[in-house]
């Protein structure tokens, strides 16, 4: 069997510091793969599966420049469940299968390398399965919501508390994801704190 380096997958709750996570990993040496990029790249009007998504959830969801619009389609997928299913199954096999191609190709031959999968929905959609550990990223509920509503305004895109609260309950609470967790990183203090526990962190994942 041919050598190959690890690969990470990281996961949490939306607003928990993923995100942040794997950009200090990344300063470490890490490949990180940004499951939300793939997945906006598979709303360009070039992508395989923008017909698909056309014909589910109709022509509304376009902005301006016939692109799918996140916002336009994220008002419809957060408010019905069945809606998101939908659109889970025709995102989520793409997404995965691009992911790991990409995780694979750059830990192959090398065991000393570490790839990293940025995943928001790693255990809904099984991928736990697929990687070799799991890091959950967490935070408290209240330092949660109060993210979600900073990074919705530097966006641009700011959010009622009803929206929060849909966003939330989309996902599986941190309490389950937890259970499939390698390494837990609690990411309620500053980033400085934070950078400290990669630190220990990469020494475990590059041993």
């Not at 995780?103 to 399965?129: C, K, M, T, W, Y």
């Not at 641009?156 to 499939?180: C, D, F, G, T, V």
Request: hydrophobic share 40%; net charge neutral; proline share 2%.
């Amino acid at each position: 069997m041919t050598d190959r380096g690890k690969i990470i997958g990281v996961t949490g709750g939306i607003a928990c510091g993923k995100s942040t996570v794997c950009q200090l990993l990344a300063q470490k040496g890490a490949f990180v793969i940004d499951l939300d990029k793939v997945g906006h790249q598979l709303l360009q009007n070039t992508s395989s599966v923008f017909g698909q998504l056309l014909s589910t959830f109709g022509t509304t969801i376009l902005d301006g420049n016939g692109v799918i619009s996140r916002s336009k389609l994220g008002e419809i997928v957060f408010a019905d469940s069945e809606a998101r299913k939908q659109l889970d199954s025709i995102m989520h096999p793409v997404i995965v299968e691009e992911s790991r191609h990409a995780a694979h190709q750059f830990v192959e031959g090398d065991s000393s390398r570490i790839a990293v999968i940025d995943s928001p929905l790693l255990i809904e959609v099984n991928g736990h399965e697929t990687v070799d550990l799991v890091i959950v990223v967490v935070t408290d509920v209240h330092t949660q919501k109060q993210r979600l509503i900073k990074r919705s305004h530097d966006q641009k895109r700011p959010i009622n508390s009803h929206q929060i609260e849909a966003r939330i309950k989309a996902q599986l609470p941190l309490s389950e994801k937890i259970k499939y967790a390698d390494f837990v990183i609690d990411n309620n203090g500053a980033v400085d704190k934070l950078g400290s526990k990669i630190d220990e962190l990469w020494k475990i994942l590059a041993s």
